[in-house]
């Protein structure tokens, strides 16, 4: 089961603390569509074994941040008035700020920083190895395997070598790791004409583009149609 809030402007008031947790929080990942930035943890400071569940926090309309890489622990609290105008003389004028951001704090032993953001919002739960994050789910209206932890431009996950592909294919892959790696494969699919009907069939899977693509022209004389579509291939 996953819990989650999400917080738009109701509690934005000045000094009030909004999060606490003592896990250790990694940057994660940004991405540039909706101004997103993601934090997470599944670890104790200083633990080797990776917690039951998952925390998740993301900001969204994001428009600065002074961040760290880890938080030894993380308390998130808005801004009191004195640390938002010190925040606001440092950051100086930009014609893409906006009136609804707020100043968030984030603290922990050894670091502050800070975000200026519209929403912010986390979740907690068994987090699937093959689940990019709780914030980026399988969509019909997208009907592709997410393979980023956030959806739109950046927020990439590892992209693995073709050889790591093989070597996944010969080897097997290895229990409870998180499937974060992915390959683009190419997949091409053709439209047959017979008895007066149409039959779909996909005829193959290439690891390089250019393959596909000189497939597609071998076999395009003999079919009604064909077409290629890259698909992720998650390891």
Partial sequence: MT??????????????????SEREFLLWSYSATHGQLLLRADHMPGGARRLPTTTEVLFQSVEAVQIQAAYRGLV????????????????????YRSGEARVLMLQSAEAT???????????????????????NTFSPYDPMWPV?????????LDVASPQEVAEAFLAGLPEGVRRERHHTVHLLTAIVERDDRRHRYNLGVFLTEADAEEAKRLV???VTSCWTEPLPVVL
Wanted: include cysteine; proline fraction near 8%; glycine fraction near 16%.
């Fill in 220 to 222: 395009e004389p003999h």
């Fill in 3 to 20: 819990s989650g809030v999400w917080l738009h402007d109701e509690r934005f008031r000045p000094g009030e603390e909004l999060f606490r």
């Fill in 76 to 95: 998130i609290r808005c801004a009191t008035g004195e640390e938002a105008a010190r925040i606001d003389r440092d950051l100086g004028p930009t014609p």
């Fill in 148 to 156: 980023k932890p956030l959806t739109g431009v950046g927020g990439e």
């Fill in 113 to 135: 920083g800070y975000v200026v953001t519209g929403e912010v919002g986390w979740s907690e739960g068994v987090l699937s190895d093959l689940q990019p994050s709780f914030f």
